[in-house]
């Protein structure tokens, strides 16, 4: 009861006195009130940043390996493998269907989907977009998070039967029937035709990770029966460039492979690539990603984010003490006459560092207070920035990169612990900055200090 | 007779680099209970010194300073601040009122920093408006001091002396400041307090205040000159 009412008073009398000067306790506040947003909104983006990230991971999925074709450089001997044959057969690299079937049989693997694809021109009436034509078997929506939003995905009877039918992502299902029911409608992609038995819900695209994933746009792919491609399309792919010919034979472009748990992955991936090395040899012409490593490494640049924005943020709260520390010495100044009566009426030592302390830290936490309350706002102030940037400095063409599409696609992430710990620090800097004007008003000699003026 | 305050052979010593003050070269002198003091001196001849000591507020650099039994000279800081908190009244010439408080909020002053009881109870706030009336400032409690009149400054000034019952008032120049017909109501009240039984140490250059006190100390060049009942009520 009793320290309550001193504290409560103590705050009350230092309160008075701020408000005796209102202009300058509010520029003096300023200094906290930004270091401490400051401090929660790089907390805010570098959580937003990484939650991001992490999103865009394990859309690829926390338990999948992927398993890609990579096409060797063109001047190394083994590139040249398939392509010293003769031009007609083209350079010949990759995944085989025997890599997926030896795969597919390896122990702690519950999934694995071959992936064919290729880019080409489709058609529906007068529209020809280029879409992503990818060969798969019903197991791909589940593995990379897909959802139908309209009729079905392949079936493995469609498989089987070597239907041409096909599954459309939302975006190109939009460009190719901006008016028509999509559904029992036929394609057109090479020399066939394809029937439309479903639609994919819309879903954002897991952009590039450390540089070694293409970001992927699902929303622009056209599903197709692997074996209906095998068949249709064919594993050899010509391309005129430049007058020039040139073709290249490629089985699967990709595995994705699934295994159990999260502990099953790295050792799996190790399996992997000792089973590839062995089949394919010293022709280096497939690569194993980890979406799981991808992850741990997403959060250590997020740590090191973390780490230089809060830096950053810490000297602008040093530099609000240090504004802190320079007014109170001023007012320690000022009132050396007000410390001398109190001196001489019974005050200890003591008692005037508490009161002007307990000045400094309520300077200090009000200032933090406000400072947490603009914090609040980041997700607003950040909205507002992203606008300002995608209208006025992103041009039509750099707005679909991957980089701006990271930057307007990110939302910042309040870390609620960051609101009381930064509260925290703007007391502590409060307590800190005050101490030194605090004990110099405490030490005058109280009779000089009655002189004072 | 109880003494409230005794001084024994005080010196008090300024060092000004290499030079030595002597401000005070050897005083003693009693105070008994319920006395009524005025000193009296040329400028610089140790009054305020004088006065400072025995107000806690410093302390000498020989000799001894018995206060209420305590001697004050051997103290701690903290404990000097409890006997200017409880055994001390202060009232000075520029009146030393907290700018920014009122005047009820001056006279609590003192009992924010009392050992035992920091918290205001009803009793003392009741205690802070008594000594507010009796002073007659019981209508101006809200008023700050530069609403005042240098007059009720003072007033206000002897009630917060007053507020923690102290044995000893100490006055330096108090009506310095003040035409005689305010000084004359200031003195009254002074008067009046030591009729109650408190003691009271007055530093003044005025016989007509210097006169109302019982007893005169003149002080010379840091040394007491004359002391004893060197002015009476009635003249000479
Ligand atoms: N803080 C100090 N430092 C140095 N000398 C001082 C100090 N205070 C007083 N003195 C000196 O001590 C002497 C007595 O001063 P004071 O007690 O103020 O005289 P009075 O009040 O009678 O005018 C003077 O010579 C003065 O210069
Ligand atoms: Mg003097």
């Known amino acids: 009861m009793l320290p309550f009412g001193n504290t409560f008073r103590a705050i009350n009398l230092a309160f008075k006195s701020l408000l005796l000067h209102k202009l300058r306790s509010g520029l003096t506040m300023l200094g906290i009130v930004f270091g401490v947003f400051s401090v929660i909104a790089m907390l805010a983006i570098g959580e937003g940043a990484s939650a991001q990230a992490q999103q865009q991971v394990l859309a690829l999925g926390a338990t999948n390996i992927i398993v890609l074709s990579v096409k060797p450089p063109a001047d190394s001997a083994q590139a040249g493998g398939g392509g010293s044959r003769g031009r007609s057969f083209g350079l010949q690299y990759g995944l085989l269907r025997s890599d997926y079937r030896l795969l597919r049989g390896l122990p702690s693997i519950v999934g694995a989907v071959p992936i064919r694809e290729i880019f080409s021109e489709t058609r529906y009436l007068q529209k020809t977009p280029n879409a992503r034509v990818v060969g798969c078997t019903s197991q791909y929506p589940d593995m990379n998070h897909l959802t139908i939003q309209q ?135 497939w690569d194993v990603i980890v979406p799981l490593e991808l992850l741990r490494q997403a959060d250590q640049i997020r740590q090191i984010f973390n780490i230089v924005l809060g830096s950053i943020a810490a000297i602008s709260l040093v530099v609000g003490g240090i504004g802190i520390m320079n007014i109170m010495l001023a007012t320690v100044t000022e009132r050396t006459r007000e410390i001398g009566i109190r001196r001489a009426l019974g005050a200890r030592r003591s008692d005037i560092v508490q009161q002007f302390l307990t000045e400094t830290i309520v300077l200090a936490g009000a200032g933090g207070l406000i400072g947490v309350l603009m914090g609040l706002a980041t997700p607003l102030a950040f909205e507002g920035i992203q606008w300002i940037v995608e209208h006025f400095v992103l041009d039509a063409a750099t707005q679909n990169s991957p980089l701006s599409k990271m930057f307007t696609d990110m939302h910042p992430k309040i870390n609620w612990f960051s609101l009381p710990v930064a509260f925290g620090i703007s007391v502590g800097i409060g307590i800190i900055f005050g101490i030194y004007p605090a004990r110099a008003a405490a030490y005058m000699d109280p009779i000089e200090a009655l002189r004072h003026e | 007779m109880r003494l409230a305050a005794q001084l024994v052979d005080l010196e008090k010593h300024y060092h000004l680099g290499e030079h030595t003050v002597k401000a005070l070269r050897g005083v003693s002198a009693d105070f008994p209970e319920g006395d009524y003091v005025a000193i009296m001196g040329s400028s610089g001849s140790g009054k305020s010194t004088l006065l400072n000591i025995l107000g806690a507020l410093d302390r000498p650099t020989m000799g001894n300073y018995i206060l209420a039994g305590y001697d004050v000279g051997t103290m701690s800081d903290d404990e000097l601040s409890e006997i200017r908190n409880r055994r001390i009244g202060f009232i000075f010439q520029s009146y030393n009122l907290i700018a920014q408080n009122t005047v009820l909020e001056n006279i609590q002053v003192p009992m924010l920093y009392r050992r035992d009881a920091r918290r205001i109870s009803a009793a003392d706030e009741h205690r802070c408006l008594d000594l507010a009336a009796k002073v007659g400032l019981g209508d101006r409690l809200d008023h700050r001091p530069f609403q005042l009149s240098g007059g009720q400054q003072q007033r206000v000034a002897i009630a917060r002396a007053l507020v923690n019952d102290p044995e000893i008032i100490l006055a330096d120049e108090p009506t310095g400041n003040l035409d005689s017909a305010t000084e004359k109501d200031i003195m009254n009240l002074l008067s009046a307090l030591n009729d109650e039984g408190r003691t009271i140490i007055i530093v003044t250059h005025e016989t007509s205040v210097a006169r109302r006190a019982k007893r005169q100390i003149v002080m010379k060049d840091g040394l007491i000159e004359r002391d004893g009942m060197l002015l009476t009520e009635d003249g000479k």
């Open chain 1, 151 to 285: 009729g079905r995905f392949i079936a493995d009877a469609d498989e089987d039967k070597l239907l041409n039918v096909c599954v459309l992502g939302a975006g190109i299902a939009a460009e190719l029937f901006p008016f028509d029911d999509p559904l029992g409608k036929a394609v057109q992609i090479k020399s066939y035709r394809y029937e439309v038995i479903g639609i994919t819900q819309e879903r954002t695209a897991s952009a590039a990770i450390g540089g070694s994933m293409s970001g992927q746009d699902y929303n622009k792919d056209i599903y197709i029966p692997l074996k209906t491609f095998q068949v249709r399309i064919g594993d050899r792919v010509a391309t005129a460039q430049a007058g020039s010919f040139s073709a290249e034979q490629v089985e699967l472009n990709q595995i994705t492979i699934q295994v159990r748990e999260q502990k099953d992955v790295l050792p799996t991936a190790e399996v992997i690539k000792e089973s590839l090395t062995r089949t394919h040899g010293t022709k280096k012409d």
